[in-house]
């Protein structure tokens, strides 16, 4: 079954540092998204990504992120200079279809930690 | 702003059992209601979904949800729960687009023997 692949699971930064996360979506989908879930809280959306472009993004979302599609496989998040509050699960999702119909697929998440 | 509230944060129960998660949301106009699992070590599985129609919706794994509009909620259930359902679970809603959505802060099911 096609899946949502995430790399690496684990990373630890210091603080201060550049990150990249990355994700391979399943080879059909056009959406991609980014969502992060910080420890003993909600999940939240971080930001949609469709033909090269944002679609939509969240507040958290500010000029220290940034997301790319650098080949036809690979759908990253960077974090220009990571801060302690930036430590979170971090999942990459995947869709074919935007709207009502669609289904988002997500891969096992990233767990970053900024010391 | 929308909001999905899980009221239990942890739950035990027996195996063979029944289940109950509580979800509430809230939220102007119709939601587009959905409960995920997550495995240990496993990305978010969509589990079942409601969008409009018959408000008991079948999922997968044996899980249903039931969409209670006056009651603003969408609770999960299984009639009996096996070892293997131990994982965390989480409401989400949506206003429309499917990319945008709202999580609960989840409730993590544990299964005794």
């Known amino acids: 079954e096609p899946e949502v692949t995430q790399t690496p699971s684990h990373q630890v930064t210091q603080m201060g540092q550049e990150v990249i996360l990355r994700c391979v979506p399943i080879?059909?989908?056009?959406?991609f998204y980014w969502y992060r879930q910080i420890l003993g809280q909600k999940v939240e959306f971080l930001v949609s990504?469709?033909?090269?472009?944002?679609?939509?993004k969240s507040e958290i979302f500010d000029d220290q992120f940034s997301v790319e599609r650098p080949d036809g496989s690979n759908f990253t998040l960077k974090i220009r200079s990571t801060k302690l509050e930036d430590s979170a699960m971090y999942f990459c999702?995947?869709?074919?279809?935007?709207?009502?119909?669609?289904?988002?697929?997500f891969g096992q998440g990233t767990r970053l930690t900024v010391v | 702003a929308q909001s999905v509230t899980q009221p239990d944060i942890h739950i035990t129960v027996s195996e063979g059992a029944s289940l109950e998660l509580r979800c509430n949301y809230s939220?102007?106009?119709?939601?587009?209601l959905f409960w995920y699992v997550q495995s240990p070590g496993q990305g978010l599985q969509l589990l079942l979904k409601?969008?409009?129609?018959?408000?008991l919706v079948q999922g997968i794994k044996g899980f249903e949800a039931e969409f209670k509009r006056s009651q603003s909620s969408f609770n999960l259930r299984k009639p009996s729960v096996h070892w293997s359902d131990a994982a965390e679970y989480f409401c989400?809603?949506?206003?429309?687009?499917?990319?945008?959505?709202?999580f609960g802060t989840g409730t993590r099911l544990q299964v005794t023997l």
């Open positions: 999702a995947s869709s074919e279809f935007a709207g009502l119909i669609t289904e988002a697929f």
């Open positions: 080879s059909n989908h056009l959406y």
């Open positions: 990504f469709y033909n090269n472009e944002i679609s939509e």
């Open positions: 939220y102007g106009a119709t939601p587009y």
């Open positions: 409601y969008f409009s129609g018959d408000t």
């Open positions: 989400a809603v949506t206003t429309g687009t499917a990319s945008k959505l709202t």
